[in-house]
Each structure stands twice: as structure tokens, then as C-alpha cells.
């Protein structure tokens, strides 16, 4: 009888939750699929902002972004970002709202192919913000080659110009999501005195063509070699997202030897994923620590636990169940995300780091 007994509640409770789930699929339906209100094209103004700021009761157009410094440490300490897009205006704009602080700088690059619309969208989101700009030189964006690397060095010198006081760049696509409050990436930075988080080892074999074969702006290969690194240095592989000192950057647009470096990469296949890591290398700049999470379909089951969302060129994008698992790294962004994928990760991201910096400032 006790046996029946547990099993007459095991069954109670398994319907308790598919009582929840279905509920909950119903107000996913009427929200998201039902609704047609969330995005709107309006023919005079493009694309109408009335999902931007996720407007409550009283109207507040700007409500959900920080419009003050959430503390002292955090205004004295202000960060410059360059985030390199072309599609997906909503991740856009969620990213921008998630890392948005009125000290810091923003930088965006609208890749050149994009369509009219979506430059349109990006531009009335960047003029709410006096601190948000577009690229002053966009390019029209290859991936894998040099003007992918081209268009965050634009960011750069527009950034370097502008304010003279941003302590640390951080440059992002339109993909990625923070996993840390604006106050724990300024604890993190501070703690590093200056150094930089930018990857660098030593390449792996099978990047030897990439090194010796010049290759056409279709990334195809030429069959020419390549002339040797400038000044013997020593080529090494990292990461194509970095986050440096106002001094790497500067760095990157003055050094006689980067620039060398950089005419030298422009003709190579992926430049974005050893350029910064041989720049990292150079007399005087310090060490690094990875500063973005990407787990890759390969790595996973022995190093990751499984992608729980869907893979994009190898890449995982992110669905709810990976959640726990990012937030429980030291990595200050994760890509990719996908609104349209998985909206759901997102906004449980967004309240979550809304809520915690909050926190923080009170405890503080």
C-alpha cells in the first residue's frame, strides 16, 4: 500500500508539472507568436524603437538602462567597448543594454553589406545615448579576413580620440553576453595593473599555410609565399576578442613595429586569431588570462558538458541549460547567443545581472 501510496503522488506531481510547462508554453505563444506588436516597421522612421527600453506603465524610455554609475569605483574606472555587427538587431540591443554604463564608451561598427534597415535601427539606438557612437570608417566586413580585424582597429582610434580617461578595451559582436556585472569586470581589471587579457601561445601545425601563402580578399589562396614576420617575431595563435590597457592600444595604433605587423597580416587568412596574440608578445606588454567563453562542438563531453542550445560553425549557441554552467566560469563574456534561438537564456542572463549589480552596490 505505502508503495501505491508513493507512486498516486509521483504521478499527482509529475502532472502538477506538465500542468506548469503547458502553462508556461501558452504564455511563450501568446507573447512571442501571437503578439505582433514587438517589432514594427514603420516606412518614415525605419524600424520602430517600442520594444527598445522595454517601456513599463508609466512610459520611461529609457527604463532598464543605468543611467548613472552604480558607484564611485566604477565611474573612476570607465571601459571602452567595440562591438562589430550586422544582423540581429534585437541581440544588439539587449547586449548594449546588459554592458551599458553612462561612464563608459561605445563604439559600433555596422558591417558595410548590412542592410539599410538594420543601419537605421542601429543608428536611432546609438542617438538616444551620448556616449554611443557609430564607426566614424566602416568596412565591409570579411569573415575570416583582414577587415574583420580592420574594423575593430577603427573602433580603436575612435575610442583613443574621443576620451583620453577609458582605462580598458573590450571589443564584442553583436552575439555576445556578459556573464559579470559592470563592478565585477572593474574589480577583475583593477587587479591586473595594467595588464592585458589577450590569449597567446604557440600556433598549432596545421596553421602553416595560413602563415606562408598570401591569400586574396576572398580568402582564397594565392599560391604566393608570404615574406617572413617583420623583425623575426615570433607569430603566435590566440583569440580573435581581447581585452587590453589603454597602452596596448595605443600601442596597436602608434608602435612603428605593429604597423609593420599589421601590413604584413593583412594578406593572411584569419589575422584575427594571431595578430593580437603577437602584439601581446612584443618587449613591454605584459601576460594574459582569456577573458571570453566559446565552447566548441569539439571540445565538448571530455572538456564542456554538451551545447544544450544549437551549434553555429562549430560554435555553441547557447540555450537555458548551458546558464549555470557560464556562470560559473571566470569569464568575463560568452558567445554566441541568439535571441530568436533562445530568448529565454537571454533574458534570465539580463535580470540576473541586473539584480546582482544592484546587490552588489548595496552591500557595497
Known amino acids: 500500500m505505502a508503495l501505491f501510496t508513493r507512486l498516486g503522488h509521483g504521478r499527482r506531481f509529475t502532472n502538477v508539472i506538465l500542468r506548469v510547462i503547458a502553462i508556461v508554453a ?106 554611443v557612437f557609430m564607426v566614424s570608417r566602416p568596412v565591409d566586413v570579411v569573415y575570416a579576413g583582414w577587415p574583420r580585424v580592420q574594423a575593430d582597429i577603427n573602433c580603436m582610434a575612435d575610442l583613443f580620440n574621443v576620451s583620453t580617461k577609458w582605462k580598458y578595451f573590450i571589443n564584442l559582436c553583436g552575439q555576445d553576453f556578459p556573464l559579470k556585472t559592470n563592478l565585477e569586470m572593474v574589480r577583475s581589471l583593477k587587479m591586473l595593473k595594467g595588464a592585458n587579457m589577450v590569449s597567446s601561445a604557440l600556433p598549432p601545425s596545421h596553421w602553416c599555410c595560413r602563415l606562408v601563402l598570401k591569400t586574396f580578399l576572398s580568402l582564397q589562396a594565392t599560391g604566393e609565399k608570404k615574406a617572413p614576420s617583420p623583425f623575426n617575431l615570433p607569430v603566435m595563435s590566440g583569440n580573435a576578442y581581447i581585452l587590453a590597457s589603454r597602452g596596448y592600444v595605443q600601442s596597436v595604433l602608434q608602435d612603428h613595429r605593429v604597423q609593420q605587423l599589421i601590413e604584413w597580416a593583412k594578406d593572411s587568412y584569419s589575422p584575427d586569431e594571431f595578430l593580437w596574440a603577437t602584439i601581446q608578445r612584443m618587449p613591454g606588454v605584459p601576460g594574459s588570462s582569456p577573458a571570453r567563453m566559446v565552447k566548441w562542438q569539439w571540445h565538448e563531453g571530455p572538456v564542456y558538458p554538451m551545447c544544450s542550445g544549437h551549434h553555429v560553425r562549430s560554435v555553441c549557441v547557447y540555450g537555458i541549460g548551458d546558464l549555470q554552467w557560464l556562470l560559473e566560469q571566470h569569464h568575463f563574456f560568452a558567445n554566441k547567443f541568439d535571441l530568436a534561438a533562445d530568448p529565454i537564456a537571454i533574458h534570465c542572463l539580463e535580470w540576473y545581472l541586473r539584480h546582482k549589480a544592484l546587490t552588489d552596490v548595496d552591500q557595497w
Request: aromatic share 16%; net charge neutral; glycine share 0%.
Open 26 to 131: 501558452l504564455l511563450w505563444t501568446v507573447v512571442f507568436v501571437i503578439s505582433p506588436t514587438e517589432i514594427e516597421w514603420v516606412p518614415t522612421l525605419s524600424w520602430s524603437n517600442r520594444w527598445l527600453a522595454y517601456k513599463e506603465y508609466e512610459g520611461n524610455t529609457r527604463k532598464k538602462y543605468t543611467m548613472f554609475p552604480l558607484s564611485k569605483e566604477e565611474e573612476d574606472f570607465p571601459l571602452a567597448y567595440s562591438i562589430v555587427v550586422h544582423h540581429k538587431i534585437q541581440n544588439f540591443e539587449h547586449l548594449l543594454r546588459a554592458i551599458y554604463a553612462p561612464q563608459n564608451l561605445y563604439c559600433v561598427h555596422v558591417d558595410k553589406k548590412a542592410s539599410l534597415a538594420f543601419l537605421e535601427a542601429v543608428m536611432s539606438i546609438t542617438f538616444c545615448f551620448p556616449n
